[in-house]
Every structure is written in structure tokens, then in C-alpha cells.
């Protein structure tokens, strides 16, 4: 199985930077892309990025500009830089892989990582 766990969040105001991380383990030469996704209160799950085993990327509309999306294949690793926070940034982030490289995995999802943006 596919293992990660999120960190990085926390309570920053508008306009101010985070940087999430996503360390895998277990069976890791399973992974093919990754993504951040966010529920917000009250809201449906998201995707806000993702990226896939060879480096493309894919952004939500609203983080266009203001989010990167990378990876560190060496180190098992996805980080999602956010610049200019928004209040509406405001959501539990949560770290996902695909595990396409192996037949019957499923998908593996964290604990997910609150982060709140202040006006």
C-alpha cells in the first residue's frame, strides 16, 4: 500500500505564503500522478493541482498564478507553494496519489491539513 502523510498548514493572513508537503512511503514505485484537492466548509472536495509522474501540470482556475504544484520523485515527495492567500484559500488540503503503476491499487488519500486564511 500507498502511504502519505500532509503537513504544513496553519493560520496565515490575506495576501501572505504557505508551503504544503506530502511525504509518501510503502510502495511508492506505484505512484504515477499526485494532486492537492481542498474542501472548504460547506463545499464539495476540489482539485486544485496535480501533477503527473512526468511533470505536467494542471491547476484549478482559482489558484492560476498564485499556486505551484511540484514533486520530488527522489524524495517520495509533493509540495504545494501558495502565494497571495486568499480567504477563500480557506479549507482542509488534502494530499492525494494515483497508483497506477501497480494493478489493484486504489487511490491514496491523507489526513488532510487545515489551512485558514485571515482577512
Known amino acids: 500500500q500507498v502511504l502519505v502523510v500532509e503537513s504544513g498548514g496553519g493560520l496565515v493572513q490575506a495576501g501572505g505564503s504557505l508551503r504544503l508537503s506530502c511525504a509518501a512511503s510503502?510502495?511508492?514505485?506505484?505512484?504515477?500522478?499526485m494532486g492537492w484537492y481542498r474542501r472548504a466548509p460547506g463545499k464539495e472536495r476540489e482539485l486544485v493541482a496535480d501533477?503527473?509522474?512526468?511533470?505536467?501540470?494542471n491547476y484549478a482556475d482559482s489558484v492560476k498564478g498564485r499556486f505551484t504544484i511540484s514533486r520530488d520523485n527522489a524524495k517520495n515527495t509533493l509540495y504545494l507553494q501558495m502565494n497571495s492567500l486568499k480567504p477563500e484559500d480557506t479549507a482542509v488540503y488534502y494530499c492525494?496519489?494515483?497508483?497506477?503503476?501497480?494493478?489493484?491499487?486504489?487511490?491514496?488519500w491523507g489526513q488532510g491539513t487545515q489551512v485558514t486564511v485571515s482577512s
Open positions: 492525494n496519489t494515483e497508483n497506477r503503476y501497480c494493478s489493484g491499487y486504489l487511490p491514496t
Open positions: 501533477i503527473s509522474s512526468g511533470g505536467s501540470t
Open positions: 510503502g510502495d511508492t514505485i506505484c505512484i504515477s500522478a
